[in-house]
DNA sequence: GACGAACGTTAGCCACACCAACGTTCCTGT
DNA sequence: ACAGGAACGTTGGTGTGGCTAACGTTCGTC
């Protein structure tokens, strides 16, 4: 009984407690919120979402791939991968073709209007980027991306199966 | 057609495209993923979750309290706090009084098995941030934290009214 | 004494990650 | 040659988490 049961003692109106802001996995979810917010917030304004970026880019990088290659290089699920693509071809932004070459898959093709509308998000995603780091030194960005780079590389999306050097 | 539409060329078999491996609020997303598995598993491994934990925190450290103001120390929404409070209050983990000097708040107090408690999710928590930071050098999961804090600081949960120096 | 605001509570929505199943097509072993 | 298993694209469904809406109660204030 060491607080007077019955009334609230303190007034500090609101404080996250200080041992709840230094737990990494806490700092992390929020931080990923907000970043979340900002980016999803720009895409949306112009009526596109994240997964449209990350395939796009994946496209321009790595050249036409099928839709269960562009699923694991972009993280998102084969499942819906499949409305992506629609709304990425709805836009004409990609070409969806069987593959000659394996019936089972569909060549995904990178358009002009596609590279286009890659140019144009990665502007905004990089304005979001700005200003989620704004409160950061330039070194302190490389930093976190540099540290982040660590952690995802090594808790990989899975190890099934050891796959590279081990 | 720089590239031969009708075959996918590359074998390279699968790999995050480098511009998106350096964008932060992607990294940020799956890095937050991971700890939120890390963190959850182990909670879940004795029934308890990540919101039980903060609300322990933040009665152990600012003293009892409203569950309006366990919200806003937490972050948790009042409309699920209710769950959470339920559950450690059947778990003998909290106390729920009506407050005699404003009969609208409960008071919520700690108890000792609610401090027992707070002990033993403390440590899994902990251990789950081990595993999480496991690549960094200590110097680096410093870091790490004090560039999260810096964020978190800076992009506050709303700034509904100009709360601070404005 | 009336009005607006805060409280606790219930119910529900929506976005997102993930899983299950199916028909098709391919690859392999025998 | 052919049977079995695996990968592909697709549809539909599940579960969870952040968030909103509304309501009755109680407080503070004018």
Redesign the pocket.
């Known amino acids: 009984m060491s607080s007077t049961p019955g009334a609230i003692p303190a007034r500090t109106p609101e404080a996250t407690p200080a041992r709840l802001r230094v737990i990494p996995s806490r700092l992390l ?1 929020g931080v990923a ?1 907000v970043a ?2 900002l980016v ?1 917030d720009r895409l949306a304004a112009e009526g596109a ?3 449209h970026f990350a395939v796009l880019v994946a496209l321009d990088e790595a050249g036409a ?8 290089r972009t ?9 992506v ?2 709304q990425l071809s709805d836009a004409g932004c990609i070409r ?1 073709d069987p ?1 000659p ?8 093709t990178l358009t002009s209007a596609g590279r286009r509308r890659l140019e144009r998000l990665d502007t905004l995603i990089t304005d979001a980027q700005r200003e989620l780091l704004a409160p950061l030194t330039p070194e302190q960005q490389e930093q976190l991306t540099d540290l982040l780079g660590i952690l995802t590389d090594h808790h990989r999306p899975q190890h099934p199966g050891r796959a590279d050097g081990e």
Not at 101 to 108: C, G, H, L, S, T
């Open positions: 979810a919120a979340d917010r999803g979402h994240k997964w791939a099928s839709q269960a290659e562009l699923s694991r993280g998102i699920y084969r499942s819906d991968m499949v409305a693509l629609n969806r593959d070459a394996d019936r089972r898959r569909n060549v995904i």
